[in-house]
T-cell receptor
Framework: DSGVTQTPKHLITATGQRVTLRCSPR?????VYWYQQSLDQGLQFLIQ???????AKGNILERFSAQQFPDLHSELNLSSLELGDSALYFC??????????FGQGTRLTVV | GQNIDQPTEMTATEGAIVQINCTYQ??????LFWYQQHAGEAPTFLSY????GLEEKGRFSSFLSRSKGYSYLLLKELQMKDSASYLC??????????FGAGTRLFVKA
């Protein structure tokens, strides 16, 4: 158990809908990262937060947004969903100079 | 731009040694990580290099050359359970961690 919790584990939704994925980081970790992994693809960096502030942005679509709350949990919002958004979404957390610990991921299926 | 390259697939025999290479070009460098990922599961941390040289941890070793933008992961005494994807990741100057596409390793008997 990495200590990073993601909910839900699975999500099936229709095209055009909006969903929210939730992540609770390890106790004490201030950084939260979001990654997308499509079938048989590598991890694509979406966005990073540090202590509530956006720190780095990757190839995150405008339809996607995220935030980190004062209690350090984070949410990734995906809207106007398309079939191609079907993927595993991972959240990871870390301290300043340590490795990232990953949650088990949310498997999103858009039908 | 920022780029991390790894071979797509490798095959090796149980009990053998395999070396997985990674080259990178990033804006700034704050460390290189190797992760193992079994299909459908979360990546798990294997090693971290921030200075040049070799870091050894049991059957796994990782090497870094910052001047060459190059790292490798060495797996010894391969076991069937080592069949997985191996991800090279670089923490950049902005403390963003970027992952390569991963190398899928197949270990055969």
């Amino acid at each position: 158990d990495s200590g990073v919790t993601q909910t839900p584990k699975h999500l099936i939704t229709a095209t055009g809908q909006r969903v929210t994925l939730r992540c609770s980081p390890r106790s004490g970790d201030l950084s939260v990262y979001w990654y997308q992994q499509s079938l048989d693809q590598g991890l694509q960096f979406l966005i990073q937060y540090y202590n509530g502030e956006e720190r780095a942005k990757g190839n995150i679509l405008e339809r996607f947004s995220a935030q980190q709350f004062p209690d350090l949990h984070s949410e990734l919002n995906l809207s106007s969903l398309e079939l191609g958004d079907s993927a595993l979404y991972f959240c990871a957390s870390s301290s300043q100079n340590t490795e990232a610990f990953f949650g088990q991921g949310t498997r999103l299926t858009v039908v | 731009g920022q780029n991390i390259d790894q071979p797509t697939e490798m095959t090796a025999t149980e009990g053998a040694i395999v070396q997985i290479n990674c080259t990178y070009q990033t804006s700034g460098f704050n460390g290189l990580f190797w992760y193992q990922q079994h299909a459908g599961e979360a990546p798990t941390f294997l090693s971290y290099n921030v200075l040049d040289g070799l870091e050894e941890k049991g059957r796994f070793s990782s090497f870094l050359s910052r001047s060459k933008g190059y790292s490798y992961l060495l797996l010894k005494e391969l076991q069937m359970k080592d069949s997985a994807s191996y991800l090279c990741a670089v923490r950049t100057g902005g403390f963003k961690t970027i992952f390569g596409a991963g190398t899928r390793l197949f270990v055969k008997a």
